[in-house]
Each structure stands twice: as structure tokens, then as C-alpha cells.
């Protein structure tokens, strides 16, 4: 329930402070003296859309506040848990700051929120019906909405929507991976190819380094052979003087100076190390011949094998050297490939799941609608032959969808229809209501519907335009009604209504020389009768306007 509004610098408004009651508040005054402009305000601190027009001219900021009682929403409660907002006592503070500039900043209970949260939050408090869904009923997205929520399937309807969703996502992903797959079929072929040729070029590591030396030393034997020999034959076997008889005949020499100091020494030393290496070159070299043997068959075969190596790599032009990693290549090519088979076959299965998931909501969804849609159409109609169309018939149709396979909306649209007379058929509203016709039935389903509203404030704005006399009384008597088991405020300019009023709250514009401001008062006693005469009478009051006006009062 609200409790508090404080309206600071907004529109005409520069200061406004109202204590709001449960039951039903009428709120009337002249045209243009801003009796909207309280519920405005407030739709801002709801999460509406704010601009640098709600601002009073010469202020910097308009600020909004409105307190709320939310010991009989539990949803609300659990809401502000959740987020850490909750407050010690049962109440929530929503406000709303419009800079000059047209910035705007929301609080819950003192902390910074985006405006989603306020209307979220907001969409639990208040619920506000205005003279403009008169047009919106038009509309069959509406009547999809107010079945919705006569039915109290908002949820059900919203869990539909989301598993169309989904329906619709894994579908469009699935034939993503269908066209892929075709595409890759070709590729998979190939890279199979490819890959039993490197499997049975079978390269080991380090194979083609290997095959590279081997068949350079089996290419040229011969050479190094004589080689070899030459080295040996120079080292230690010439007739004409080796290196080991030169330096057997220097250590000879050095032997024979000793006794000249340490450096000859050091120089003897130094060839005998230089003698001793020599021989043990000649040693490797003469190991080395005796087991070396020129294979032409096994240079073939290096020779074939290298040749197999150099084809393949140039088939795929990169180096042999490559091979190896090419490989690797392919193989985790053609595993993403076999990936996407397995992400095609996971997605069909998930989409027959999703899509059984979605007829069973949707079903569901529809029965409950279908249930809901015969009790909504009665009820409207006892509504608007009480509203002055005594022979009015509503129904509420259920259509089909056969365009879509999953429907956001569910399975069917709904259209209201309606018969004005006995005797002719329901049609669509936009092709048989007239203004007040349409006026009376979308005030009848409005009050239907709020009736099964689990907002506990409910807010009419000038939803009786259109109507007057005796029915216009008994609009009043049903606002009064549904007051009295909750909080109603209701914006009228007709004294039939005012007059059912649990409490009467009267604006005024206030003329200065150089401003114009909106004043609130609340009314009581004679200065309530009197207001009721003006409606009824005009600015001239009179006995009979003002007897008139006590008699509806005490009615």
C-alpha cells in the first residue's frame, strides 16, 4: 500500500507531501490543474522513462519520493532480501532524481538501482490503468495479456516464452551445424586421405636427419676411404717420414736438453700430449676403416626412402622437416570435424527434448487459458450490461498459431469479441465498439481483472471518460468496491464516482505573478460536499446542487 508521497520540484509542482489511506481516494479537480501529475510522479519513482522536461522551470533537480507498506507482499519482501535492500520494518522507499540535464537516478531504500529495478520492483506495488488502454484493448497483444493475468498464468506464460526461446536457438544452431557438416564431408574425405599416407609414410622423429647423413657417407665411400688412409698414411705410415716419426725425432732432440731449464720441459711435454692424441687418431681412423663397408643396395634403399619423404612434402609444399607437424595439423582437423558430427547429434537430441519441453508448457499454458477465457468473457459481460450495455456479449477467442513452430506466445492468440445487441455476431472490437462502448468494456475488464490483481494498490486515471449518468454510479460503487479490499486512487471528473470515495483529495492551481504551482488538499465535510456540487453543478452553487450533492454522499 502507498503510504507517503513527496513531490519536489516537478512539472508545477514545487513541494507536494500527501498521506495516503487504504480504501478508496478520489482525486478531482478543474481540467489542467494537474490532477495527473501526482500519478506521473509517482509512475517515475515505478521505473517510467524520465526526460528534462519533468523538471519545474528555474530548479536544477526534481526529486520524487514514495514509501510503501509491503507487510502483505511477500513477493516484494523476498525481492529486497535477495538483493541485500531489505529494511527492519515492512516498508520500502523508492525514489527517483531527475537532473535539469535530464540524467535521472533511482534509490531503493536508499541505494543506487537502475531503473529496471524500480520497475520490477514496482510492477509488485502498484498496478495503474489510464483512459489510454482504451486504445491498447484494440490491440490483441492486450487481450493476450489480460487473459494472462485474469488467469494468473503470467508465469506459466513467461516460462513458454523462454522455452521457444530455447527451441528456437538450438534449432537455428542445429541447422548451422547441418550446413557445416555438408560442407565438411568433403574435407573429411581429404583429410582422411592425407592422413593414411603420412600414417604410412610412418617418419619417425629425428628419421630424416638420420637418412640425410646416411646417405651422404653411402654417396661418398670411396673418397672417404682414401681419406681415411691418407690421414693414417701422413700420421704414421710414410715411407718418406710421418708425424709421429717428426715428433718422435723432436722428443729425441729435447731429451738431450734437459739440463737447459723448465721451459723445454714444458715443450716436451707438450709434444708427447701431441704424440699421444696423433696415435690415438690413427686408431679411431683404422677402427673406422676396418668396419666400414660401401653398400650400394642400402644407399638404394636411404636413397628411396628419401625420395618418398622430398614427394610428399612438396605434394603439400612445405619442407620435410614439416611433415611431422602437417600431421598433427590434420589429425586435430579432422577431430574438430568429428567433434561437429558429435555437436550435431547432441543438438538433435536436445532440441527433441527443448521441443517436448515447450508443447508440454504450452499445452498447459492453452488449457489454462481456455479454462480462463469462458470465466473472463462472463464476467466482463455482467460488467458491461451493468455499465449501460444491457445487451452486450463479450467472448474471448482462442485461435490457433499455425505460422510459427514455436510460438513466443504459446499456442494460440487471443481476441476479444463482442456483440453490442441481441442478435448479431461477436466481432472484433476495433470494427464494432464505438467510443463509449469501448470506454464501458475496457472499464468492465479492467475491473474484472483488478479483482484478481495480487497488487494490493490499484490506480485508475480518467478510465471513466466516456460515461455518465446511472452508470457512471455504479462505476463508482465497483471502484468503491474494489477500495475496500485494498487501495484504490482514482483520477474522475464525475461526482458519482467522487462521491463513492472512502477519502477525497482535491487539486488546485495556484497563481502567483511570476509562477503557477499544483496544490493538493484534502477534503472533509462541507468543503467535500461542496466539491461534489461543483461537479454537478457547475461554479454557481446551489441548494438544489448542493442537496444533491449530500444525498449521493450519504448514498
Not at 462472463?378 to 505460422?403: D, F, N, W, Y
Request: hydrophobic share 35%; charged share 25%; proline share 3%.
Amino acid at each position: 500500500m502507498l503510504l507517503h508521497l513527496a513531490v519536489n520540484n516537478y512539472a508545477i509542482v514545487d513541494h507536494l507531501e500527501l498521506e495516503l489511506d487504504r480504501g478508496m481516494t478520489v482525486i478531482t479537480g478543474e481540467t489542467g490543474a494537474g490532477k495527473s501529475i501526482m500519478l506521473d510522479a509517482l509512475a517515475l519513482t515505478l521505473g517510467d522513462r524520465a526526460d528534462s522536461g519533468a523538471v519545474r522551470p528555474g530548479a536544477d533537480k526534481a526529486d520524487i519520493l514514495a514509501t510503501f507498506d509491503i507487510s502483505d507482499i511477500p513477493e516484494a519482501q523476498q525481492w529486497l532480501e535477495q538483493r541485500d535492500l531489505a529494511s527492519d520494518e515492512h516498508q520500502v522507499i523508492l525514489r527517483r532524481v531527475v537532473t535539469a540535464e535530464g540524467r535521472s537516478r533511482g534509490y531503493i531504500n536508499g541505494s543506487p538501482c537502475p531503473q529496471q529495478d524500480l520497475k520490477a520492483l514496482g510492477e509488485m506495488l502498484i498496478d495503474i490503468h489510464s483512459q489510454h488502454e482504451h486504445q491498447s484493448l484494440l490491440k490483441t497483444d492486450t487481450h493476450r495479456r489480460l487473459l494472462d493475468d485474469y488467469a494468473g498464468a503470467n508465469e506459466l506464460a513467461r516460462q513458454v516464452q523462454l522455452a521457444a526461446q530455447r527451441c528456437r536457438q538450438t534449432e537455428q544452431a542445429l541447422e548451422q551445424a547441418s550446413n557445416i557438416s555438408e560442407e565438411q564431408n568433403a574435407r573429411q574425405q581429404l583429410l582422411s586421405y592425407q592422413l593414411e599416407e603420412l600414417d604410412n609414410l610412418s617418419l619417425q622423429d629425428g628419421e630424416l636427419e638420420l637418412l640425410e647423413s646416411e646417405q651422404r657417407q653411402l654417396a661418398n665411400a670411396e673418397q672417404i676411404m682414401q681419406s681415411c688412409q691418407q690421414i693414417i698414411n701422413i700420421c704414421s705410415e710414410s715411407d718418406s717420414g710421418s708425424v709421429l716419426q717428426a715428433l718422435s725425432a723432436c722428443l729425441n732432440r729435447l731429451n738431450g736438453l734437459h739440463h737447459h731449464g723448465r721451459s723445454l720441459g714444458e715443450a716436451h711435454d707438450l709434444l708427447t700430449g701431441a704424440q699421444i692424441q696423433i696415435e690415438e687418431a690413427v686408431g679411431e681412423l683404422s677402427r673406422y676403416l676396418d668396419h666400414f663397408e660401401a653398400d650400394p643396395e642400402r644407399q638404394q634403399q636411404v636413397e628411396e626412402r628419401l625420395g618418398v619423404i622430398h614427394d610428399l612434402a612438396r605434394k603439400h609444399r612445405i619442407l620435410p622437416q614439416e611433415l611431422p607437424a602437417l600431421q598433427q595439423r590434420l589429425i586435430d582437423e579432422l577431430e574438430g570435424i568429428q567433434q561437429s558430427d558429435a555437436d550435431k547429434d547432441r543438438l538433435t537430441e536436445e532440441l527433441a527434448a527443448y521441443r517436448e519441453h515447450f508443447q508440454q508448457l504450452a499445452a498447459k499454458l492453452s488449457a489454462t487459458r481456455q479454462k480462463a477465457a469462458q470465466k473472463l468473457a462472463k464476467a466482463v459481460t455482467g460488467e458491461i450490461q451493468q455499465l449501460g450495455m444491457p445487451g452486450g456479449q463479450v467472448q474471448v477467442e482462442l485461435r490457433p498459431i499455425t505460422s510459427a513452430q514455436y510460438p513466443l506466445q504459446g499456442l494460440e492468440n487471443v481476441e476479444f469479441l463482442v456483440s453490442a445487441n441481441p442478435g448479431q455476431p461477436a466481432k472484433p472490437l476495433a470494427k464494432v465498439a464505438s467510443g463509449g462502448e469501448l470506454s464501458r468494456i475496457s472499464l468492465g475488464i479492467q475491473v474484472i481483472t483488478a479483482q484478481t490483481s495480487r497488487v494490493p494498490t490499484l490506480v485508475f486515471d480518467e478510465v471513466d471518460v466516456g460515461i455518465g449518468g446511472p452508470t457512471a454510479e455504479i462505476v463508482g460503487k465497483l471502484l468503491r468496491h474494489l477500495g475496500e479490499r485494498g487501495q484504490v486512487l482514482t483520477v474522475t471528473h464525475l461526482p458519482q464516482v467522487a462521491a463513492q470515495g472512502h477519502q477525497h483529495l482535491f487539486v488546485r492551481k495556484e497563481q502567483r505573478r511570476d509562477s503557477t504551482r499544483t496544490c493538493i488538499d484534502r477534503l472533509e465535510g462541507e468543503d467535500r460536499v461542496q466539491e461534489v456540487a461543483r461537479m454537478l453543478g457547475g461554479v454557481d452553487l446551489t441548494e438544489e446542487s448542493l442537496a444533491h450533492a449530500r444525498r449521493q454522499l450519504a448514498r
